[in-house]
């Protein structure tokens, strides 16, 4: 019997831990307080019985042995011969014969009943982290279904607050009401009040003067020059009043102008994200690496180069720019002005290539970044976006000149070489309108196509054999009726995958290149409010242009991502 000073160093299941406190009188092992608390708990734990360390010296322990039949055990490379011996080097039980062929040089071999003894306390070892495997996920599951009835909790008493604060919002807004009603009321009041004093003066002013110019006809019309010279002599007489006349400035009745209806002038409230005290490594693969206030209104388009520097469009307005970043801020060293941009790419030689809704590529050279040619033509049709894959292959998504919607004409990619060489082209029946590409390093094709005037779309995957290979239209449980699927940019980020965002719910999806989403997370729990465009860099960082400020002073920020690959 094993006394407390001859115990193992590390607990034998955890391996870990070297408080030894425990041993389980069936399995024949030393734990720690924490596994003995864990194999209390475990399906078959009423066969088993522990005792603590201090106690094996003095407690009277039956003898779990069972007694099976060593004697019979016939040797697999040598049938005719018995086992008596166990190689615990190799181990596997042994005849005479396999000692001397195999089993001499530095092997351990001990008598069979020792051996039988090693091997099924390897087999209870590990039935015993099954065991411990089953309570783990037995435990996992538990919490999963705790998680979905706190939440579906949370959202109903989260549903009830907003409601109620609808309804204190409208009871303000009626409130508000009435009292715009009563000081119009109040306003026309004051006004009619005034114009009925100023008419009702008018009025008899009127009168006194028909008076008068009755008086007047009849002395002209008289026969007795009498009272011509008396009505004349009575006007020099009379005070030369002056008729004021009738007052028509007067101030207006006050004009309603709305205020423009934003969630900040509402002041309804907000949803605000709370810590995820179910599962902290949830945004495990992506991790935030810094988070960038430029200085630009917006950051449509993103390109990276391969110095480092990065190529920023402004579509609103109308700008582009180069920047050299670090950790603490961005210098701009290049911008142009006037300039649509409605996706770019960066080639193998740093060039860049601008997609600006006509029937060529606009081309800054990398070698020459003043000048600005046109390049790659499509004609009769005009290029939305553009994608350089590694292999230095230029793919553009094109249409016909004209409205996006109703579709008129054909609505294709377009496969050329460097040299602006067509080499495929993919029809009109697979998309609606091509609104971003990119590609991974297996040769397949990620198209953003927008199938609606609202922006509504999907992203179709073409392998490298031409074959569809899927499409993704948005995930089933995030994407329903009131929050469709608008995915606004797509980028590859590993070497069968593509992260894409989507507007519509802030969600960032991970595709493989069958279509399938892998992975997905909201970017709020990453710190970003409204994602809109994406891009990676030659380090693996993924880019993120987001439009968190809107108004003439905004600034527009970038947020750099580490991606890792989680299994």
Not at 14 to 37: D, G, P, R, S, V
Not at 501 to 522: E, G
Request: include cysteine; glycine fraction near 4%; charge should be positive.
């Amino acid at each position: 019997m094993a006394s407390a000073s001859q115990a193992p160093i590390m607990c034998e299941l955890c391996e870990e831990n070297n408080q030894i406190q425990w041993k389980c009188l069936k399995c024949e092992f030393y734990m720690c307080t924490k596994c003995h608390k864990i194999h209390q708990k475990v399906k078959s734990s009423d066969e088993h019985k522990t005792i603590a360390i201090e106690d094996i010296g003095k407690a009277e322990i039956k003898d779990l042995e069972i007694k099976k039949d060593l004697s019979n055990i016939m040797c697999k490379e040598h049938p005719e011969n018995i086992c008596q011996q166990f190689c615990n080097t190799c181990e596997t039980v042994v005849c005479k014969k396999c000692i001397k062929k195999n089993h001499k040089a530095r092997h351990e071999v001990v008598d069979i009943k020792d051996g039988y003894f090693h091997s099924l306390g390897k087999i209870k070892k590990t039935n015993y982290k099954l065991d411990i495997e089953v309570l783990n996920l037995a435990t996992g599951m538990s919490t999963l279904e705790v998680l979905t009835s706190d939440e579906n909790e949370k959202l109903q008493a989260e549903k009830q607050k907003i409601l109620e604060r609808d309804q204190d919002l409208k009871d303000l807004i009626d409130k508000h009401t009435k009292k715009l009603l009563c000081d119009l009321d109040l306003r026309w009041n004051i006004f009619t009040s005034s114009i009925k004093v100023e008419y009702d003066r008018g009025k008899m002013e009127t009168q006194n003067l028909e008076i008068k110019n009755t008086e007047y006809n009849k002395v002209l019309n008289s026969h007795d020059a009498k009272d011509v010279f008396l009505t004349a002599e009575n006007i020099k007489k009379s005070p030369n009043t002056k008729i004021r006349p009738i007052n028509t400035a007067y101030t207006h009745l006050p004009s309603y102008v709305p205020r423009e209806v934003t969630p900040s002038t509402i002041s309804h409230g907000t949803l605000q994200e709370t810590t995820n005290k179910h599962n902290v490594n949830i945004n495990r693969c992506f991790q935030v690496e810094k988070n960038y206030t430029t200085n630009f209104k917006a950051t449509d388009e993103l390109a990276c180069k391969a110095d480092g520097s990065l190529w920023i469009g402004d579509y609103q307005s109308k700008k582009l720019y180069n920047v050299k970043w670090n950790k603490i801020s961005f210098k701009t060293m290049q911008s142009f002005e006037d300039m649509k941009i409605y996706d770019m790419a960066i080639t193998s030689k740093d060039d860049l290539l601008l997609a600006t809704l006509e029937t060529t590529l606009k081309v800054i050279p990398h070698k020459k970044p003043k000048q600005l040619i046109s390049k790659y033509d499509v004609s009769p049709h005009i290029i939305k976006c553009v994608h350089v894959s590694h292999d230095d292959k230029i793919i553009v998504g094109v249409r016909r000149f004209g409205p996006i919607f109703p579709i008129i004409g054909p609505r294709q990619v377009i496969v050329m070489d460097m040299e602006g060489t067509h080499i495929k082209t993919y029809n009109n029946n697979l998309f609606s309108y091509p609104f971003k590409i990119t590609t991974d390093h297996t040769g397949t094709i990620y198209v953003i196509d927008c199938t609606s005037e609202s922006r509504n779309g999907r992203v179709v995957v073409i392998g490298k054999d031409d074959s569809m290979r899927g499409v993704f239209k948005g995930h089933p449980d995030i994407n329903t009726t009131d929050f469709p699927f608008k995915p606004c940019d797509i980028a590859k980020v590993s070497f069968n995958s593509a992260l894409v965002i989507d507007t519509s719910t802030r969600m960032l999806y991970l595709l493989n290149n069958d279509a399938l989403c892998i992975k997905f997370i909201h970017c709020t729990d990453l710190g970003i409010d409204l994602p809109y465009s994406i891009a990676t860099d030659n380090k693996r960082r993924i880019l993120i242009g987001s439009r968190e400020c809107v108004g003439e002073k905004s600034s527009a920020k970038i947020h750099a991502l580490a991606y890792e690959e989680v299994v």
